[in-house]
């Protein structure tokens, strides 16, 4: 949801939207969904799943956008990443 809509939502204008967002988080709207992006790649992340795929599945255009991003917001790339830090996502069971 870009930034119109959410301000609409809430009935701003979409400047005072944007203002009011960056004022409470510290951070822009753009910045903050890039953010959620790369958290969901992370939560989407399966053994044996190609960087495209989950590029994909994450909502990144292709491969390359999510390299960029997590390049520009982490300083390094997914698959650096992968191999240093192996991400392993349970599911539990609500029980």
């Known amino acids: ?13 979409e ?3 944007r ?3 960056r004022e409470e988080l510290g951070v822009n709207l753009k910045r903050f969904q ?3 992006k790369c958290q969901r790649a992370l939560t989407l ?3 044996g799943m190609s960087l495209t795929d ?11 956008h ?18 240093a830090f192996p991400v392993r996502v349970e599911h539990l069971d609500p029980a």
């Open 1 to 13: 949801m870009g930034g119109a809509e959410l301000a609409a939502a809430v009935g701003l204008s």
């Open 19 to 21: 203002h009011l967002f």
């Open 34 to 36: 890039l953010h959620l």
């Open 54 to 64: 989950l590029a994909l599945a994450a909502g990144f255009y292709d491969q390359p």
């Open 45 to 47: 992340w399966r053994d």
């Open 66 to 83: 999510l390299n960029r991003t997590l390049r520009a917001m982490f300083d390094t790339l997914p698959s650096r990443y992968a191999r």
């Open 15 to 17: 400047s005072r939207f």
